[in-house]
């Protein structure tokens, strides 16, 4: 089934790219192929990666982790409040 393979190749390319960014000296010849971005990814990065960053950031304009620190913050607050 190509679709399967490509996907499987997508999960193997975001492995490598993590290993690429944090061991690149522990990287063989292969693995450095499969943290190269395919033509799949680059077309998902153009038409929809960048439109959805683009909409979240209006959203967002500071990032969701300020808004899950807020939530988690003002949770924290609440359960010390109970006796």
Do not use: C
């Not at 997508?10 to 190269?36: I, S, V």
């Not at 077309?43 to 959203?59: D, E, H, S």
């Amino acid at each position: 089934m190509p679709l399967f393979r490509r996907l499987i190749r997508e999960d193997f390319y975001h492995l490598y790219k993590h290993k690429r960014a944090f061991q690149p000296e522990h990287m063989t010849a292969e693995e450095l192929t499969l943290a190269t971005r395919s033509t799949l990814n680059r077309w998902y990065a153009q038409f929809l990666g960048r439109p959805y960053l683009r909409v979240k950031r209006l959203v967002y304009p500071h990032g969701s982790n300020e808004i899950i620190w807020y939530k988690w913050r003002k949770m924290k607050d609440q359960t010390m409040r109970i006796p």
